[in-house]
């Protein structure tokens, strides 16, 4: 038996029990890709939104109202993509979705880039040690490649730009598989929130700057790298944190945004969140309950503009 015809009949195995064996494959994935496939949708560059917490994801009124942005929601099963946006779709791994799942939404959304997993070194998100996300992670970008071969993936979104678990990512895939990671680009969040000041914009740079130079180094610096949430978290009452004055986030939106625009490191970025609802969060995009822009929402729409004018290079 073949190596491709093993890691054949080990897919339809999987497709066929619409679940997922953590255990050690008999032989590493192959997912090349066979020629002569039309290319795959354009990776979203510059600004985009990261909805959450909200019943309906985002909605096509929402979105509009910040121009031409990019986005994603955690609904991958339920919600249509919306017009005029770029949309990356995000499986959790604590989603419980099936191999069958899986496979016929990716062939009904030829083309699209897709987010596996979220932030699964977050104890309060996916919560998976390297070893299993790698585990699930391969398998699953397995599946979305036999049904899609044009589909793009992304790592999971790290919390806090750890290189240190992006590295034991790829060595226990290595391990598992033979081979690194089957991605297309990495996908990492940053927020300030484990250290004393949560608008340090210094400390923002210096995290994206650290993981790029680890992209280099782990032989993965020719893949873009997308910053899948950044914001202000806290400071409107959620967690016991004290009100923070919407000047400094504002700020602080500045700074980084206008540093991520010049840097040329990341391709993309989304801020997180339209609307948090009851969880409080700061930094939202919307008024509590309705669809009027905040002071965040208003500034971002501004930013979006001015970027959507400039000419490219």
């Known amino acids: 038996m073949t190596r491709r015809t093993a890691v054949l009949l080990a897919l339809a195995l999987l497709l066929a029990t619409g679940g997922y064996a953590l255990g050690r494959l008999t032989a590493p994935l192959d997912t090349g890709r066979p020629p002569g496939l039309p290319a795959r949708a354009a990776l979203p560059q510059g600004y985009g939104v990261a909805a959450g917490f909200d019943a309906a994801g985002a909605r096509p009124a929402d979105l509009d109202r910040f121009g031409p ?4 929601d955690y609904r991958f099963r339920t919600t249509d993509d919306q017009p005029g946006h770029s949309r990356l779709l995000l499986i959790e791994a604590r989603s419980q979705a099936t191999a069958g799942e899986i496979a016929a939404l990716a062939r009904t959304r030829p083309g699209h880039w ?3 997993g979220n932030e699964p070194n977050d104890p309060h998100q996916d919560n998976l040690p390297a070893a299993d996300y790698a585990r699930w992670f391969a398998r699953t970008a397995a599946v ?20 240190a678990w992006a590295q034991a990512f790829v060595a226990a895939t290595v391990a598992w598989t033979g081979a690194p990671p089957d ?16 608008y340090d914009t210094a400390r923002f740079q210096a995290r994206i700057l650290t993981f790029h130079d680890w992209m280099v180094g782990a032989g993965q610096g020719g893949k873009p790298l997308v910053l899948g949430e950044w914001g202000v978290l806290y400071g409107r009452g959620c967690c016991g944190r004290p009100l923070d004055p919407v000047e400094r986030g504002l700020a602080y939106m500045d700074t980084t945004a206008d540093w991520l625009e010049s840097s040329g490191l990341v391709t993309a970025w989304a801020w997180f969140t339209l609307r948090s609802g009851g969880q409080q969060f700061n930094g939202d995009l919307l008024q509590p309950d309705t669809s009027a822009l905040s002071a965040f929402g208003d500034h ?5 503009a001015a970027y959507a004018a400039r000419p490219r290079r």
């Open 69 to 72: 942005v990019w986005y994603y």
């Open 300 to 304: 971002y729409r501004a930013r979006v």
């Open 183 to 198: 991605l297309d680009g990495w996908n990492i969040h940053n927020y300030l929130l484990d250290g004393p000041d949560p």
């Open 144 to 163: 979305l490649r036999a049904a899609d071969p044009t589909a793009g993936i992304l790592s999971a979104g790290i919390a806090n730009a750890d290189t």
């Open 114 to 116: 897709w987010i596996l």
